[in-house]
């Protein structure tokens, strides 16, 4: 069974006493271009006691949305998304024209591993943000600009938080301070993150058969 072919899930259950957004993000290793930013990959309302499930597969997409200047706070809801996948369609063009923007070229630029967009000279500065998703939603999104290259090359971290967020916006990552790292264990798909009355982070893998009470949200699909 590869990673690409199974379900992931996170449990979350909010044992604090706030009630608030519950938000999932994430953060790559590799990129070290500080003008790529994260965004609130999936975000969804808690009151205290409330038990959440998220759920997606590790499938790559394009995006873009015109989000006018991308600065934190500002929220992505991709326009357009266009899927990719790093080993065979992993190249794609982005164009503007009198019908507004779109993807095109969707294609495989013979360099396995990694995920490319072109902006064309048609592109203005400072109106569209263009970037990549999984499972249907936007992670990391850039500033377009008239041809310019941006490459991705996925090695996903997955972070959860709780405060106030909303799905597709735009993070400061460096402000987020109370955020735990949701690592999975090899073989092990199902992670549980408790938010404790004490506000502190306890993450545990799933193992084997586990009811978990309440409404299940399952994200990753339109």
């Keep these: 069974m590869t990673p690409e072919s199974v379900s992931y899930s996170v449990y979350f259950d909010n044992q604090s006493q ?20 994260s965004l609130a990959w999936f975000s969804k309302r808690a009151h205290p006691s409330t038990k959440i ?23 992505f809801d991709a326009t357009q998304t ?4 790093p080993e065979t369609k992993n190249t794609v063009s982005l164009t503007h024209d009198a019908d507004g923007y779109t993807f095109q070229n969707l294609a495989f630029s013979g360099k396995k591993g990694t995920l490319y967009i072109n902006e064309d000279g048609t592109i203005p500065a400072k109106d569209v943000s263009v970037g990549i998703g999984m499972s249907g939603f936007g992670t990391f999104v850039k500033q377009g600009q008239p041809n310019l290259h941006i490459n991705f090359t996925p090695h996903p971290e997955y ?5 106030d967020y909303e799905q597709g916006q735009v ?3 460096g402000s987020i301070t109370d955020s735990a790292k949701i690592a999975f264990p090899a073989s092990v ?29 399952v994200l990753g699909a339109r």
Excluded: S
Excluded at 159 to 163: E, M, P
């Design 189 to 217: 798909y199902k992670m549980q993150a408790t938010l404790q009355l004490d506000n502190k982070w306890k993450i545990d893998p799933i193992v084997g058969l586990k009811h978990v009470q309440g409404r299940e949200l």
């Design 18 to 37: 706030n009630p608030g957004a519950v938000c999932l993000y994430q953060k790559n290793p590799d990129i070290t271009d500080p003008t790529i930013m």
């Design 159 to 163: 972070w959860i938080a709780f405060g």
């Design 171 to 173: 993070l400061d990552i």
């Design 53 to 75: 499930q998220f759920k997606w597969q590790i499938e790559y997409n394009f995006v873009w949305d015109q989000t006018g200047q991308l600065v934190p706070g500002v929220i």
């Design 82 to 85: 266009w899927i990719a996948d």
